[in-house]
């Protein structure tokens, strides 16, 4: 469950908007490294304002994330690419709601995976993961999932964990679209 936030408000110098964007942008891939910076977003707030929100299950998250190779970046940059320093404002999460963007609800730990009798499910060593499955196309009809799967990578720990969160649909649809059933 998340429970602390922060937010932080960057005001870009004169004609460095863009190279703080870029830092933004990039941001995304030194947090990656932080399994428990649950959710981060680099926002534009107008032309030369910027700002950053995570959430956190916990407060020894929040400060391990302040020591993090973003902070990091941004203390290193500062000087260069902001007007004055940044506004950082801790925050208690009072409500969630995550989703996949799909109309199913995400989880609040990890990715909800769509698995199917027949599918193929690979996860490299980068937490990266990749579905196959030739008999039907899970995005198109809402019913193709027979279980829905919650998977969470600890990249520090090298663990994956993969989890049944819920059957979807009976196994008697797929016989429509197998000829030797």
Avoid at 64 to 81: C, F, I, N, Q, V
Avoid at 129 to 134: D, E, G, H, V, Y
Wanted: glycine letters at 8%; a negative charge.
């Amino acid at each position: 469950m998340l429970k602390s936030g922060l937010f932080v408000r960057l005001e870009a110098k004169p004609g460095k908007e863009g190279e703080l964007e870029t830092l933004l942008r990039n941001g995304v891939e030194m947090v990656q490294d932080e399994p428990r910076t649950t959710a981060w977003f680099a926002l534009r707030l107008g032309r030369s304002t910027f700002g950053i929100f995570d959430a956190f299950p916990d407060e020894q998250s929040r400060q391990e994330h302040l020591s993090g190779r973003l902070a990091a970046a941004l203390k290193e940059k500062a000087p260069d690419l902001l007007a004055s320093p940044p506004s950082i404002e801790n925050a208690d999460v009072l409500g969630v709601k995550l989703s996949n963007g799909n109309g199913r609800r995400a989880t609040p730990n990890g990715e909800r995976v769509p698995m199917q009798v027949g599918s193929e499910l690979r996860i490299r060593n980068t937490g990266e993961i990749s579905l196959a499955n030739p008999e039907v196309l899970l995005a198109e009809p809402a019913y193709a999932a027979d279980a829905m799967l919650s998977y969470q990578f600890d990249k520090s720990a090298g663990t994956h964990v993969i989890r049944l969160l819920e059957p979807v649909a009976p196994h008697e649809h797929m016989k429509e679209h197998r000829t030797n059933d």
